[in-house]
């Protein structure tokens, strides 16, 4: 629903019945005993094109530096962010999960050395040169981004969405990856902006994520409305840009 049809004080009366207070907290609430959104985050705010850096106090919930405005910021992500860190009834953040990831991830990425030359370690992934051109591998990648959500299944390891390529079948992220190769080796231009906007292109894209199994591939309405709209952005900018030069 609508803001204005929210009834704040039903919202508060039930965040305090579980625990909850309208101020951002850390720690474990002993009413629920759900580990309590970590306000230990740094946020990069952009804002008349100077960047600022401040830090949320824990102890006190204070904002060291200066009280920023998260609608100020150009990362909108952030004040999204922010407003279910502090609102959320049904979903809470472990400060101890998320600081032991973070620490992980970085340890690993450290003993791996990766880096963007890893990317192209992956067995499906492109390669430069023998694949693809620059351009090509830049639409490779925009693509692939664009399509990589959701590939939940509640069928079995045998009956899910599975995708056959190069004598063998892919689930996952690599059955993504492995319809675009699939579709670029049939001669179908899957990561070309141009073709997004087509006439037939869902049927195309019901071929292109056609599956080895029973289980159709997931939201792929979604996926092909998504391309569909990046398309549609792309003409609009080459538009503008074309116009902008011309008028210079």
Not at 30 to 35: I, P
Not at 128 to 154: A, K, R
């Amino acid at each position: 629903m609508d803001d204005p049809d929210v009834d704040h004080e039903l919202i508060a009366l039930l965040r305090e019945s579980l625990g909850f207070t309208n101020k951002a907290q850390d720690g474990v609430s002993s009413n629920t005993g759900m580990a309590r959104i970590s306000l230990s985050y740094t946020f990069f705010l952009h804002r008349n094109t100077t960047l600022m850096h401040c830090r949320f106090c824990v102890q006190c919930v204070e904002i060291r530096g200066f009280r920023h405005s998260l609608a100020d910021s150009l990362l909108g992500v952030l004040k999204d962010a922010e407003h279910i860190a502090y609102n959320a009834i049904d979903v809470a953040i472990s400060m101890y999960g998320t600081r032991d990831a973070a620490s992980h991830l970085y340890k690993a990425m450290c003993e791996r050395k990766y880096s963007t030359h890893t990317w192209s370690e992956h067995e499906l992934h492109p390669k430069l040169g023998s694949d693809v051109d620059e351009i090509g591998l830049v639409n490779f990648v925009f693509t692939m981004d664009l399509l990589n959500f959701s590939f939940w299944s509640e069928e079995s390891a045998e009956e899910r969405y599975q995708v056959g390529y190069q004598g063998r079948r892919w689930t996952g992220y690599n059955s993504l990856v492995a319809c675009l190769r699939r579709a670029l080796d049939e001669g179908i231009p899957i990561t070309t902006p141009r073709f997004w906007s087509n006439d037939g292109f869902s049927e195309k894209m019901e071929h292109v994520f056609r599956s080895a199994t029973s289980e159709t591939a997931p939201l792929l309405a979604q996926r092909t409305a998504v391309l569909q709209e990046a398309a549609e952005v792309l003409r609009k900018v080459r538009t503008k840009v074309l116009t902008r030069r011309g008028t210079c």
